[in-house]
């Protein structure tokens, strides 16, 4: 879609919100699969769901919820996605990556994106949480491309520290105060929506992947576009193809994100609540 069509359309999306509610929320969330019951730690203000909003891409996949929550995590006012965009249910790149950059346009300036991956790391086991330190983005197209929307940011944004070092030092440090053992390390994001072959995950272990998954990274981007701080945690659903003994599944994706959901829920609500100070 040509640019000014895409700014059109990030614009009516906003007027559409708008109209719903003049919320502004500090931190953005972004919650990953079998996550997305986290709307029970919001002291909810308001819902708006994703199919009110006009031209807004609406999520297929099964267990994601499609709305926005509006609300208070601690006194930290929060604007939450129940539900994500993936780039393999055959939206444009810029859909995928709209309600980012609606949210920044709300008044978020932290992003906080979850999600669940398969693991790569020597010694991961599914339940595992790993800070993402990095990401690595050449699988996934850049949501950039095409002519730069100047009032979004600039052409050629700088991506050295994409996930910020103070939001990351307050997610190790109440994960320690939890006795959870977070893991640390890179992130990338393949299109999907197959798994990797084994093949796949030994060339991304050689490249220094530590997890992999088909969301994020875009996100990740966009979001840095505009100027906000990101932080982000995989919840670890699986080993990757290959890794594991067994086939993978969705299912065993999505069993053992809500495994890990109430640590992960309690972890991410202690981190939201201490960005207060951000
Ligand atoms: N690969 C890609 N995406 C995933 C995986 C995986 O192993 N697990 C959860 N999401």
Do not use: W
């Not at 890990?260 to 609540?273: G, I, Q, R």
Request: charged share 20%; aromatic share 8%; hydrophobic share 45%.
């Amino acid at each position: 879609m040509a640019e000014n069509r895409t700014y059109e359309k990030l614009m009516n999306c906003l007027a559409c919100i708008r109209k719903k509610t003049d919320f502004v929320p500090k931190v953005a969330l972004v919650l990953g699969s079998g996550l997305g019951n986290y709307g029970d730690h919001i002291q909810l203000e308001t819902a708006v769901s994703y199919h009110d909003i006009e031209g807004f891409p609406v999520s297929t996949v099964a267990g994601h919820k499609g709305q926005f929550l509006f609300g208070y995590v601690g006194a930290v006012p929060v604007v939450c996605m129940q539900g994500r965009v993936h780039y393999y249910e055959g939206y444009d790149i810029s859909d995928v990556v709209l309600p980012i950059r609606l949210m920044k346009l709300m008044g978020a300036e932290i992003l906080f994106l979850t999600n669940a991956a398969g693991g790569l790391q020597d010694g991961m086991t599914a339940g595992d949480f790993m800070l993402i330190r990095d990401h690595i983005s050449c699988f996934a197209p850049n949501p950039l491309i095409g002519s730069n929307m100047d009032e979004l940011g600039e052409r050629f944004p700088d991506m050295t520290e994409i996930y910020d070092h103070e939001l990351a030092r307050l997610i190790r440090k109440n994960a320690s105060s939890r006795g959870i053992l977070i893991k640390e390390g890179v992130y990338a994001q393949l299109t999907g929506p197959s798994f990797e072959s084994p093949a796949e995950i030994t060339m991304l272990k050689r490249l220094g992947v530590d997890a992999v998954g088909m969301s994020t990274v875009v996100e990740a981007i966009a979001a840095k576009h505009m100027g906000m701080r990101i932080c982000g945690i995989s919840c670890i659903c699986n080993l990757a193809a290959g890794i594991s003994k067994h086939p993978l599944s969705h299912e065993e994706v999505q069993a053992a994100g809500k495994a890990a959901a109430p640590l992960f829920e309690a972890l991410v609500s202690a981190c939201v609540e201490d960005f207060a100070s951000c």
